[in-house]
């Protein structure tokens, strides 16, 4: 965080945006973005720590269900705060890519104009834009037992992005390499992890996605 804020604050990084803690109210404000939440610290993945936010959060947690072979849980963010609850969350899954090497997953969910999913998306806005106006879906994945259409986010570099609706909340898919987006071609399965109940403890784990601080 810089000491001094630009004159500009559209010049600096959403990122390094100073975000001032309450006072004298419940809400956390960004000089350019006004009221916010924040996003916690992250940790590293375990079934304890995933817990910890499955039992606080507003939104759902995403994840495959089950996992495609050889993959594993691999880290939890959430916005929000001890007062709010997570109001938007990412779980990460990594393992091996359809076409060779690593594959790494974000999958986000969030209220509408929070912005958490466009940020791992590259994006410069909170939201994915008119993408959905003249196009039909590209792909499709299964929420919680329901047929989710989702659609191609265009132009973002090394990461294949899919955006949807499920629950009310968007829901985001961050993949990476991009070639990795073919796992969605698969009807990709989704469990919100808050309906998983004590099978979170049996997830296999990883190491911490490497995709929270890139």
């Given at each position: ?17 100073p975000?001032h ?56 963010a ?24 690593e ?112």
């Amino acid at each position: 965080m810089p000491d001094t804020v630009p004159d500009n604050l559209a010049d600096l990084p959403v990122d390094l945006l100073p975000v001032h803690s309450p006072s004298g109210t419940e809400l956390w404000t960004c000089d350019l973005h006004g009221a916010v939440y924040p996003v916690q610290p992250i940790l590293a993945p375990s079934p304890l720590v995933l817990g910890s936010v499955v039992s606080r959060s507003q939104v759902p947690l995403w994840l495959p269900w089950p996992l495609p072979h050889h993959w594993a849980f691999s880290g939890v963010a959430y916005a929000g705060d001890h007062h709010t609850g997570a109001r938007a969350t990412v779980v990460a899954a990594s393992g091996p890519s359809p076409f060779g090497g690593e594959g790494d997953l974000l999958l986000i969910a969030e209220e509408m104009g929070i912005g958490l999913g466009a940020r791992f998306a590259g994006l410069p806005g909170p939201d994915p834009g008119p993408i959905f106006e003249d196009t039909v879906a590209h792909a499709k994945v299964y929420a919680s037992g329901r047929p989710t259409p989702m659609w191609s986010v265009p132009d973002t570099g090394d990461r294949a992005v899919f955006v949807g609706e499920a629950r009310g909340m968007w829901l985001w898919l961050v993949l990476w390499p991009a070639l990795a987006g073919a796992l969605l071609y698969e009807d990709m399965v989704l469990t919100d992890l808050r309906d998983a109940g004590s099978e979170i403890a049996q997830l296999p784990v990883g190491s911490l996605s490497p995709r929270f601080f890139g």
